[in-house]
Structures are given as C-alpha cells and as structure tokens.
C-alpha cells in the first residue's frame, strides 16, 4: 500500500462548478501538505502549501488539511477550462536527515469542460 | 517563476552509456532535488543536496549519483543507463528545508 493514495481520474466538470481534488495518506508523521498543478510536458506549479491541520484559502482555490484523518482535499470554485491539468497532492514530515522529502501522490487528472 | 533550467530538455541513448542531466538555479537556493516521474507511481525522489558537495540518497537512488560542486549546479548521472530508467526527471530547489520546492520543467529520457 502507497503512503499517499490519489485517485487517478480523469475527472470531468463542467465550466463554473466546484471542483473537490482528495488525497488520504497513512504516514502520522507528514505536517507539511502541498498541491502542485502539472500541465502536460511541464513541471509541477505549487498551488497550496499548508502546516499541520486545517484550511487555507488563496482566490479560488481552499485547501483543508484533517490531520486526525489523514485526508487531505484542494476545492477549486468557479472552475476554467485552464484548470485543466493534473493536480498534485504532496507531503512530508519536514526536515529529516540533510533535506524536506516530499511522497507525492500520483495525481488527478482534471479536465473543465465549455 | 524560479529560475530553474534542466537540461538537455530531451535525450535518447542506448543502454549502457553514461548519461548526465544538468540543473541549475539562478535563486541562490540552498536545496536542490532530483525526481523521476513514472505513470502509476507519481514523482518519487532520487538524491537530493542540502549544500556544496553535500548530497544524500532518496528513495530510488540505485543506478544513480549525483554531484553538486557549485551552488548552482546540481548533476545527476545514470553511470550506465537501463531501459527502466526510461522516465521524466524533475530538478526541485528550495531556499530552507521548510519552504515549499519548485520545480524545473522536466528532460524526457528514453533509453532503448
């Protein structure tokens, strides 16, 4: 079993709606919690960075961290085509050794219809 | 957006030859990563660095090394490359350890 479980998608929503992006993960000791969103052929772009428990809203875009149920969501409001991309859910326990390993999730495939 | 640039951008070889990917980063940042990204298993770490000459192992860290003699610079070499390290390979950076990694835009490797 994968530390970091994301369903794969696709996911299809129309234009406007309210987008819910989950990750649920087994390893207690992950506080740091990240979103990255892919387009094909690029790199992952940081969306949402949050520490320990609880929301963080940045424009249209709301991440919600429930520790005490390792569960993670990214809610997208009045969704664009340009959302569409692949969405990254990644985390780690912060320091440990020499660096900041992150255990990425393998991503959900978003595509925001007209 | 960070001032990362990975190259070569794409690249094809045969098995067994030495293969070298290059990051470097204009942000003065003290951590870089490597990443490979494979279908089914996401991103997952290879070696990273926490300074000069300074590098430790990540998760599939076998059949590759890596230098990093300038701060600028991170290297990752494939000393003979395998058909299953046929993948696409991110460069993060980030200034402290706690600060989120951004990453490059990937070199698409094919080893046939």
């Known amino acids: 079993q994968k530390e970091v479980e994301q369903d794969p998608g696709p996911l299809s929503v129309p234009e406007g709606a309210i987008v819910s992006l989950n990750c649920t993960y087994s390893?207690?000791?992950?506080?740091?919690f990240m979103w990255y969103r892919q387009y094909s052929r690029k790199g992952p772009e940081l969306l949402m960075y949050?520490?320990?428990?609880g929301n963080k809203e940045d424009g249209r875009f709301t991440a919600q961290v429930d520790k005490s149920s390792k569960y993670i969501s990214l809610f997208i409001r009045d969704s664009q085509p340009s959302d569409s991309a692949t969405y990254l859910c990644?985390?780690?326990?912060?320091?440990?050794?020499?660096?900041?390993?992150?255990?990425f999730g393998t991503g959900t495939q978003l595509k925001v219809e007209l | 957006d960070a001032g990362i640039t990975q190259s070569p951008r794409h690249k094809v070889t045969e098995t067994g030859t030495p293969v070298t990917l290059r990051c470097h980063q204009t942000?003065?940042?003290?951590?870089m990563y490597w990443y490979r990204q494979d279908p089914g298993h996401g991103l997952r770490l290879i070696h990273y660095?926490?300074?000069?000459?300074?590098?430790d192992k990540g998760e599939v860290s076998d059949g590759y090394s890596v230098s990093r003699s300038k701060t600028e610079d991170f290297l990752l070499t494939l000393e003979s490359a395998t058909s299953s390290q046929t993948s696409v390979y991110f460069c993060?950076?980030?200034?402290?350890?706690?600060?989120?990694?951004?990453f490059g835009d990937g070199t698409r490797l094919s080893i046939l």
């Open positions: 993060a950076i980030s200034g402290t350890a706690d600060q989120p990694q951004h």
């Open positions: 390893n207690s000791a992950f506080q740091y």
């Open positions: 949050t520490y320990s428990s």
């Open positions: 990644a985390m780690s326990a912060g320091l440990t050794g020499g660096g900041n390993k992150l255990t």
């Open positions: 942000e003065n940042h003290r951590y």
């Open positions: 660095s926490y300074g000069v000459k300074d590098t």
